[in-house]
T-cell receptor, first 114, second 116 residues
Framework: DADVTQTPRNRITKTGKRIMLECSQTKGHDRMYWYRQDPGLGLRLIYYSFDVKDINKGEISDGYSVSRQAQAKFSLSLESAIPNQTALYFC?????????????FGPGTRLTVT | DQQVKQNSPSLSVQEGRISILNCDYT??????FLWYKKYPAEGPTFLISISSIKDKNEDGRFTVFLNKSAKHLSLHIVPSQPGDSAVYFCAASARAGGTSYGKLTFGQGTILTVHP
């Protein structure tokens, strides 16, 4: 079984709809991250959480919100989706005890907003 | 402002030859650097890393070189194999603090194609 899972893997939604992307991990890591990947722009950090009570904005947090329901779960919400949020979204984890730099990624969610 | 840049969007190499992927950074607080590899329909996977106290780190066919004065790092793959064909991302982090502490900043990625 995969250590970091993301659901759904693919999603098509309409402008204005609320959508939630979910991430779960079995690695026991304390840190979790949400990124989006766009062609030519690499991976950009949306939100990150160093533990359940610590949530921080990344470089492109506008239009997004997150919830850390438990150490193993970190969800990303688009309150009112817009077409320029069409992208590939990745969740990642890291472990403070292991130096936290190496991040482990889920398989990604391809989101299309029409 | 792109703090980590990979200026070559793509690289094509013959099997058995050396692949050299380059990465430049601007933030002098960065002191730890990583390379990730990404296949289609999969998440990025960690490949190799280097601390700023070193100038070279080797792991099998993969070697990362760091030139701190030039704020430049490179990934060498020798010999290149068709299975190495993927997107390669460099990433940087700051251990000493500042706004980059505990986070990774990624470059745009380079698509490597290794021809048989």
């Amino acid at each position: 079984d995969a250590d970091v899972t993301q659901t759904p893997r693919n999603r098509i939604t309409k402008t204005g709809k609320r959508i939630m992307l979910e991430c779960s991990q079995t690695k026991g890591h304390d840190r979790m991250y949400w990124y989006r990947q766009d062609p030519g722009l690499g991976l950009r950090l949306i939100y990150y959480s160093f533990d359940v009570k610590d949530i921080n904005k990344g470089e492109i947090s506008d239009g997004y919100s997150v919830s850390r329901q438990a150490q193993a779960k970190f969800s990303l919400s688009l309150e009112s989706a817009i077409p320029n949020q069409t992208a590939l979204y990745f969740c990642a984890t890291s472990d403070t005890r292991q130096g936290h730099y190496e991040q482990y990624f889920g398989p990604g969610t391809r989101l299309t907003v029409t | 402002d792109q703090q980590v840049k990979q200026n070559s969007p793509s690289l094509s190499v013959q099997e058995g030859r050396i692949s050299i992927l380059n990465c430049d950074y601007t933030n002098s607080m960065f002191d730890y650097f990583l390379w990730y590899k990404k296949y289609p329909a999969e998440g990025p996977t960690f490949l190799i890393s280097i601390s700023s106290i070193k100038d070279k780190n080797e792991d099998g066919r993969f070697t990362v070189f760091l030139n701190k004065s030039a704020k430049h790092l490179s990934l060498h793959i020798v010999p290149s194999q068709p299975g190495d064909s993927a997107v390669y991302f460099c990433a940087a982090s700051a251990r000493a603090g500042g706004t980059s502490y505990g986070k990774l900043t990624f470059g745009q990625g380079t698509i490597l194609t290794v021809h048989p």
